[in-house]
C-alpha cells in the first residue's frame, strides 16, 4: 500500500513534468493550498527520474507559490500500470521519462496512472516547504523520512543558523 512509503520532500526544481497543465486549475489549487496553508497529498514521481506520474497541478501550484520542496511518493513503473487517454500519442514508461527529460510534454491529461492504492494524504505545513521552520531530529528518527527530507531538514536547519528568524520549532509543532 501506498500509505506505507515515506514521502520525500523533493526541490521543486528537480521534478520532471511530461504533460502540459490547465492554467485554471493550477491558480485555483495553489490559492487552496495558500488559503489552507496545507499540503495535502503528495506527487508521485517515477523514482530515477524524477518524472511526474500524478501530481502536475500541483507541481505548477507549488512553482506558483514559490515552494522551494514539494512532498512526493518515489515509485517504480513495476508498482505503476499506465495507458493512454488520447488516442495518437505512445505512452508506456520509457517513453514518458524520455519526454519529461527531453522537456516533451504532453498535452494535458494524456496519461493515466494506475496506482495499487489511493495516493495518501499527508497535510504538511506550507511553511515547512518554504523553507521557513527550522526542525529538530531529537524527536523524529531519520529511518521514517527520506533521503531527501532529510537533506531538505539540514538545508532549513544551516539556512536558521546563519538567520536570527528561527521559530524553534521541531517537526511536529511542539517549541524545541
Known amino acids: 500500500m501506498l500509505c506505507s512509503l515515506p514521502i520525500d520532500f523533493v526541490p521543486v526544481e528537480q521534478i520532471r513534468p511530461n504533460e502540459c497543465h ?16 496545507l499540503w495535502r497529498v503528495p506527487i508521485a ?11 502536475h497541478h500541483r507541481l505548477e501550484a507549488a512553482r506558483r507559490l514559490k515552494l522551494k520542496y ?3 511518493l518515489l515509485l517504480d513503473y513495476d508498482r ?9 500519442y505512445t505512452v508506456n514508461p520509457r517513453e514518458i521519462i524520455r519526454r519529461a527529460r527531453a522537456g516533451e510534454l ?5 496519461t493515466r496512472h494506475h496506482f495499487p ?3 495518501p494524504i499527508c497535510n504538511i505545513s506550507v511553511p515547512l516547504l518554504e523553507g521557513r521552520l527550522a526542525i529538530s531530529f531529537s524527536q523524529v528518527s ?3 523520512i527520506g533521503r531527501r527530507a532529510t537533506a531538505m531538514i539540514e538545508a532549513a536547519n544551516d539556512w536558521y543558523s546563519t538567520h536570527e528568524m528561527s521559530r524553534g520549532c521541531s ?6
Do not use: W
Not at 80 to 88: E, F, I, Y
Open 80 to 88: 505503476v500500470k499506465v495507458d493512454a487517454t488520447h488516442d495518437g
Open 70 to 72: 514539494v512532498p512526493c
Open 22 to 37: 490547465c492554467p485554471d486549475h493550477a491558480v485555483t489549487l495553489a490559492d487552496t493550498i495558500l488559503r489552507e496553508q
Open 171 to 176: 517537526i511536529n509543532g511542539e517549541a524545541s
Open 142 to 144: 531519520t529511518h521514517f
Open 117 to 119: 492504492s489511493p495516493l
Open 106 to 110: 504532453y498535452p494535458p491529461k494524456t
Open 45 to 55: 514521481l517515477e523514482r530515477t527520474s524524477l518524472a511526474v506520474m500524478d501530481g
